[in-house]
């Protein structure tokens, strides 16, 4: 799937959840649609959880 088709989706999932839920809903969709792609990457392979906590507790700049 492409990532403008991806975006598209993506777009109007939250407009759906705004129309039917609300700011609120919106917002909570928005923030499971969000902990979902990171659990995703990680899942995957391609995000490095340990690399991401070291970058959060300042044990490196990049």
Do not use: E, H, P, Y
């Given at each position: 799937?492409?990532?403008t088709i991806s975006g598209a989706l993506i777009g109007a999932?939250?407009?759906?959840?705004?129309?039917?839920?609300?700011?609120?809903?919106?917002?909570?969709?928005?923030?499971?649609?969000?902990?979902?792609?990171?659990?995703?990457?990680?899942?995957?392979?391609?995000?490095?959880?340990?690399?991401?906590?070291?970058?959060?507790?300042?044990?490196?700049?990049?």
């Open positions: 799937m492409s990532a999932v939250l407009a759906f959840a705004a129309l039917v839920f609300g700011f609120w809903g919106f917002l909570l969709v928005a923030l499971f649609m969000g902990i979902g792609a990171l659990l995703g990457r990680v899942a995957s392979g391609k995000l490095d959880v340990r690399g991401l906590a070291n970058a959060f507790s300042g044990r490196r700049t990049s």
